[in-house]
């Protein structure tokens, strides 16, 4: 057991090493729980409290906590210095949010947020002694940037009670403050704030403001000094333990514990209040304690602002003569409106939410907003209600396929007026021709796909509404497939694509006209017609020409006139029979070569190296596999006329 309490007791101390920037009070205090008639001890349950700035984060800074340490130890020593024992390690029982809210119709909300946690110990037992004992916590560091103290985050702190001794009275039980808030308060405003303390034994208290003292001999860590504890914070001049925050009249504590005073700056203040309990039989002095505490002062100048629509059109479908009304005033946080309507009636807000007003009927009224009435932090505005309600937006849409029109049917009302202006937006991208500004349009899209279309109107009465849907169009993509040439007697299967349903005209030669791949056997030319549909409706056609010829054989003319007549432009062959090609390449009279490729739709457009080439006579060469296998390999010789 030894050990453990010893492993426990350096693990703290060790992981107590850190700069805890973030405690910015707090207060230690006991009491009597019994009294152990076996060896003559008194027993003692001591309490600490902590406060942290509980907005504080570190960052990246070094050595630095925004949390409260768990467990903590205490030190308990004798009037004369010595330590009475090992520390003792209390551990959080449970933690509080403080949060405080300037609440003033005159002044601009502010709010501090603080934590605080409560270190409770087992039951500690301890004989009475002639001059009693001090139970201290000692730790670095305070909170940062503290406006009265030099160098905050690196001034330490020093908490302690007095237990008396046998000389006075031990079985006492120690004097407490059950305040636990954050005092917000604004500078140049008067402050009362009710800190009085709790004595269970009903001892006679009194107060004074006192100095926050400092965290022993060492600022860098946590400290075990012995009283007397005299050693205090260093104050920024002119503050001092007296007068913590300055003010006019600066601020000070009665003998009930109320705290006044008018600040004069803003600020975060460390204020320390003592209480002494004194024995009311007799008039013995039992002990002080001490607490600090954070009280933060802002400047809490606000400009009120009285703020609503100067212009406020109601055309609402759904709300009838119930009209919307705005606030959007600054104000101080409790602030009050008073809204006046040319209709003769008055409404009183307490919130900037929007309310409802309910009006008779049609028309033009005025309405006019006082922020704080009957105060000296006040502002009016006035503003104007157009109340002519009923503008409803819609439309329809006749159509779903990309290859016919879409028609637009507008189907929008208004009840108390007349639309006078419509626009039309269709929504395809990259475009400035998907406008409309009549009132039933007919539009042609591009391509089948999502289209977000908008509808904006306007009205007589100063009225705009709009409405917007998602357009789905549909397309088919029919492709029959390329035209074709085929010896006679070969068969053919059709492949078609771009829909869901598809035709095929004439049923001349095909197995079934009616599927997607009939099978074609003919041997005179002859045309197709494709027609795609698709489940919504969509229609679409395509055409193939399908050739035959003797084969299987390569067809090539002897001559070409690439003068760009659009008639014997290109020279190229004509593939029967053929499944597979190996070269065609055209060379003139001296070897050189003009042209190669085995695109036959393509062919030799009489150009060699973007200049139109010499008439003449060119030879050829051309291989390639017909559909039985066999190679075949022709040559010959095409002039080239212009």
Request: overall charge neutral; aromatic content about 14%.
């Amino acid at each position: 057991m030894g050990k453990f309490v010893f492993l426990v007791i350096l693990n703290c101390m060790l992981f107590c090493i850190a700069n805890a920037y973030h405690i910015i009070g707090g207060e230690i205090f006991y009491r009597n729980v019994g009294f152990n008639a076996l060896n003559g001890n008194f027993r003692y349950v001591v309490t600490l409290k902590l406060y942290r700035d509980g907005d504080f984060v570190c960052g990246s800074r070094q050595g630095c906590l925004d949390y409260f340490e768990n467990p903590v130890p205490i030190n308990i020593f004798n009037a004369a210095g010595s330590r009475v024992g090992p520390p003792r390690i209390l551990s959080i029982q449970y933690t509080r949010p403080l949060r405080d809210t300037l609440k003033n119709p005159c002044l601009a909300p502010q709010t501090i947020y603080l934590e605080v946690a409560f270190y409770i110990s087992d039951t500690i037992e301890l004989p009475p002694i002639a001059g009693g004992y001090y139970i201290s916590y000692q730790r670095c560091c305070r909170g940062e940037a503290l406006t009265n103290i030099y160098n905050s985050e690196r001034e330490g702190s020093t908490f302690y009670t007095v237990i008396p001794g046998t000389g006075s009275r031990p079985g006492n039980n120690s004097a407490y403050f059950g305040i636990d808030e954050a005092p917000v308060i604004c500078a140049g405003l008067p402050f009362r704030y009710n800190y009085s303390a709790t004595d269970p034994d009903g001892d006679s208290l009194t107060y004074e403001l006192c100095s926050a003292l400092a965290g022993g001999n060492t600022r860098n860590n946590e400290s075990v000094s012995p009283p007397p504890y005299t050693t205090t914070v260093s104050y920024i001049a002119p503050y001092h333990g007296g007068a913590p925050m300055g003010g006019n009249p600066a601020m000070a504590i009665d003998n009930n514990g109320l705290i006044t005073g008018i600040p004069d700056r803003p600020g975060k203040f460390v204020v320390s209040v003592c209480v002494t309990e004194y024995d009311r039989a007799t008039k013995q002095r039992l002990g002080t304690h001490h607490k600090d505490l954070l009280i933060t002062v802002y400047n809490c100048v606000t400009r009120i602002t009285a703020s609503t629509p100067s212009l406020l059109n109601n055309c609402s479908d759904t709300l009838g003569f119930s009209v919307p009304i705005t606030n959007n005033s600054v104000a101080g946080f409790t602030s009050t409106f008073q809204w006046t309507f040319s209709d003769g009636t008055d409404t009183v807000t307490n919130s900037r939410d929007v309310f409802f007003h309910q009006f008779a009927d049609t028309g033009v009224y005025r309405v006019k907003l006082v922020v704080n009435p009957g105060l000296p932090c006040t502002d009016s505005t006035t503003g104007r209600i157009n109340n002519y309600p009923g503008l409803r937006a819609g439309f329809t849409v006749d159509g779903l396929c990309r290859e016919n029109p879409v028609y637009f049917n507008d189907t929008s009302s208004y009840r108390y007026g007349r639309i006078i202006s419509r626009k039309w937006d269709f929504g395809v991208p990259n475009t400035k021709l998907d406008t409309s500004l009549v009132q039933n349009p007919v539009y042609r899209f591009p391509k089948g796909e999502v289209y977000t279309v908008r509808l904006m109107l306007q009205t007589n009465r100063g009225c705009e509404a709009e409405v917007t849907k998602n357009l789905r169009l549909y397309e088919v993509n029919p492709f029959a497939g390329n035209d074709t040439i085929l010896a006679r007697g070969e068969t053919l299967k059709l492949q078609a694509s771009g829909g869901d349903t598809y035709a095929w005209w004439p049923p001349t030669g095909l197995s079934d006209a009616n599927i997607r791949d009939p099978l074609l056997r003919w041997n005179n030319e002859i045309d197709f017609v494709l027609r795609v549909s698709n489940q919504q409706g969509c229609v679409g056609y395509d055409s193939i020409n399908v050739k035959y010829y003797t084969g299987p054989e390569f067809y090539i003319p002897n001559a070409f006139t690439p003068n760009g007549d659009g008639t014997n432009d290109y020279f190229r062959f004509i593939p029967v029979g053929i499944k597979e090609y190996h070269f065609f390449r055209i060379f003139n009279r001296w070897g050189e070569l003009m042209h190669s490729s085995l695109d036959f739709r393509k062919g030799w457009d009489g150009y060699y190296k973007g200049r139109p080439a010499a008439i003449d006579t060119y030879l050829w060469i051309l291989e390639g596999v017909d559909m039985n296998g066999r190679k075949l390999f022709k040559k010959g010789t095409v002039t080239l006329l212009r």
